[in-house]
């Protein structure tokens, strides 16, 4: 009889073990990690397969290309001027956007912080002009805006997101131009009509990044960060709207921030 006893007890044992140890993981696993649920069942949010796909291939085929077109290498003047604009950008966003940001109706075709944000971001760029000044000016911004404003919850997943959709951007345009962003280095010396050509050149550029800055937050955060990180509804509607209201917007804070950031360049000497 004892040795009955004894083998039901270490059976109960191991069985209340095994309990212990599923509710365990279950409870890890609801709890998720650093704030992210990763909850991909989320109806209608874009499959995590395409999402991982892009922030993988982006990079690698978009700062690829950029060290075959744009042989250059960062100065210590050039991680000023990041770090510079990366910390502005956080006051502007957090502190003066959102002083202005009062006075206006809330509208998502109205951005006053980003728009503020954008224009600091394209001076930046301007002044340095080299691939990656897009992602370290937004790494920097984030790490800023987490230790003053969000905290850190839901990284490292806003890193890569807001350093490979926006910056990303701002640096695939900085290759495409071959390191010529806003034709900062061609003499304006040449006659009026090359001027206006160079200026039409200069807006169409800040369009491009304009427009392309206004997918993100819609299509990548609506649409899958949102949902995995805190398990968010996905809106389609409301997602297509957000990329159309903030387009118009988006665009001009691109064109102002190009031919002020030639300007900004030219003043400096660059």
């Known amino acids: 009889m004892v040795v009955i006893y004894s083998l039901h007890a270490s059976k109960y044992n191991i069985v209340s073990l095994y309990e212990i140890f ?6 890890v696993y609801n709890m ?3 704030g992210i649920k990763f909850d991909t069942s989320v109806p209608g949010m874009i499959p995590w397969e395409i999402v991982v796909a892009y922030f993988i291939l ?3 085929v978009v700062y690829g290309l950029g060290r075959r077109l744009v042989k250059s290498s960062f100065t210590t003047i050039d991680f000023v001027y990041i770090s510079i604009g990366g910390a502005f950008s956080v006051v502007w966003e957090f502190y003066m956007g959102s002083f202005i940001a009062r006075f206006f109706p809330s509208s998502p075709f109205i951005g006053i912080e980003f728009w503020g944000r954008l224009f600091i971001l394209l001076i930046v760029a301007s002044l340095v002009r080299k691939p990656g000044v897009g992602a370290m000016s ?3 911004y984030t790490l800023l805006a ?5 905290g850190f919850a839901g990284q490292p997943l806003y890193f890569i997101y807001e350093a490979f959709t926006y910056g990303l951007f701002i640096d695939a345009v900085i290759i495409a131009t071959r390191g010529n962003l806003f034709n900062i280095r061609y003499s304006d010396s040449n006659g009026t009509s090359l001027k206006t050509k160079r200026v039409v ?6 369009t491009i990044i304009g427009i392309l800055c206004a997918i993100p937050d819609p299509i990548f955060y609506l649409g899958f960060l949102n ?3 805190n398990g968010a509804i996905v809106n389609w509607v409301t997602i297509q709207f957000d990329v159309l209201a903030f387009m118009p917007g988006d665009t001009i804070a691109g064109i102002l921030g190009a031919l002020s950031g030639q300007r900004v360049a030219r003043a400096v000497g660059h």
Do not use: C, Q, R
């Not at 599923?22 to 409870?27: F, L, Q």
């Not at 987490?146 to 969000?150: E, I, N, R, T």
């Not at 050149?201 to 800040?206: D, F, P, V």
């Open 58 to 60: 982006a990079p690698l």
């Open 138 to 140: 937004l790494t920097i």
């Open 146 to 150: 987490d230790l003053f404003h969000y």
């Open 227 to 229: 949902p995995l990180i």
């Open 32 to 34: 998720g990690f650093n």
């Open 201 to 206: 050149l200069i807006a169409i550029e800040g």
């Open 22 to 27: 599923i509710k365990m993981i279950n409870k």
